[in-house]
């Protein structure tokens, strides 16, 4: 199969280190409970280009820098990697690119893989759907709402991880919800 894998919130503990700099920055402490939409500035208040400057501030953070893997991802992506081609796709803005495949060199190794960036809150941004339809991309694990929904629209499977900001999607067929990375190779291996 070809499967793409998101990479903050799925492969990536993303939140947890932004939200301890924004913390660090406006003095206001915000939880990932809190976060019942994916869009920062809904959340913490303030505009989307506020809210866009403060991750571009967040990159070149030493909080950047500290992400961590999400538990379990990466020895499963390991032994998905094996039998399946892998594309890591991310709505990072493609100027993340040094640090993001610095991060992904130091988890994964030489690991073979493609990295997308669809610069989701940028001027030339590409719907993941899109580059999941061109790729011809039969599973995607991702944990936006908006994005699973319009993937599985176009019929790609979609396996989502639960969060806050996706509780309130309505079923489709063709969307999986996990917990964890145990529960998504479960999931893989049935489909």
């Known amino acids: 199969m070809k499967i793409a894998i998101d990479l903050d919130e799925v492969l990536t503990e993303f939140l947890e280190k932004i939200l301890l700099f924004y913390q ?5 402490k915000i939880s990932k409970d809190d976060f019942h939409v994916f869009e920062f ?26 992400i961590e893997p999400t538990e379990g991802a990466i020895e499963t992506i390991k032994k998905l990697g094996k039998k399946n081609e892998i594309f890591i ?9 040094e640090k993001t495949e610095s991060w992904i060199k130091k988890y994964l190794g030489n690991f073979s893989h493609k990295l997308i960036f669809t ?18 991309i ?4 991702e944990d936006h709402g908006n994005y699973a929904l319009d993937c599985a629209k176009r019929g790609i499977k979609v396996i989502l991880f639960n969060k806050p900001w ?6 489709h067929p063709e969307i999986y ?15």
Not at 91 to 96: A, G, K, M, N, V
Not at 138 to 141: A, S
């Open 166 to 171: 996706n509780k309130n999607l309505k079923p």
């Open 24 to 28: 660090e920055r406006k003095g206001k």
């Open 119 to 136: 610069s989701e809150y940028r001027k030339h941004k590409i719907r993941k759907s899109e580059v999941c339809q061109k790729l011809k």
């Open 41 to 66: 500035w809904k959340v913490w208040g303030g505009t989307k280009d506020e809210a866009i400057k403060i991750h571009d501030d967040f990159y070149y953070s030493d909080h950047f820098d500290n």
């Open 138 to 141: 039969d599973l995607i694990l």
């Open 89 to 97: 796709l991310t709505s990072r803005p493609d100027d993340w690119r």
């Open 177 to 191: 919800r996990v917990n964890n990375w145990q529960e998504a190779l479960r999931k893989i291996q049935m489909l």
